[in-house]
Nanobody
Framework: QVQLVESGGGLVEPGGSLRLSCAAS????????LNWYRQAPEKERELVAG???????YYADSVKGRFTISRDNVKNTVYLQMNSLKPEDTAVYYC?????????WGQGTQVTVSS
């Protein structure tokens, strides 16, 4: 079955960095688009970044120049490198893919940016 497992979240000070990972299984990883979303308390879930099967990337305006999405098709893992973190980046971060019109989500990993 399709599984997405995020890791790498934690508490970091403003200006710091974190790298999130999402390990995937149960499907042909190299052929799908993968996305990172986040949801802050009392806010709607928002798309942060995406990477296509061909390596094309997308970033929300709020993270451009600070976050980098990448994928390793051998390890079946997608990454989100987050630099220059701000308190407003505090959220639960989820990875998501769509297979045959169905959305699959991981369980999320908490990122807290605070001094």
């Amino acid at each position: 079955q399709v599984q997405l497992v995020e890791s790498g979240g934690g508490l970091v000070e403003p200006g710091g960095s974190l790298r999130l990972s999402c390990a995937a299984s149960g499907f042909t990883f190299s052929s799908v688009t993968l996305n990172w979303y986040r949801q802050a308390p009392e806010k709607e879930r928002e798309l942060v970044a995406g990477i296509s099967s061909g390596g094309s990337t997308y970033y929300a305006d709020s993270v451009k120049g600070r976050f980098t999405i990448s994928r390793d098709n051998v390890k079946n893992t997608v990454y989100l490198q987050m630099n220059s973190l701000k308190p407003e980046d505090t959220a639960v971060y989820y990875c998501k893919t769509q297979i045959q019109f169905y959305d699959f989500w991981g369980q999320g990993t908490q990122v807290t940016v605070s001094s």
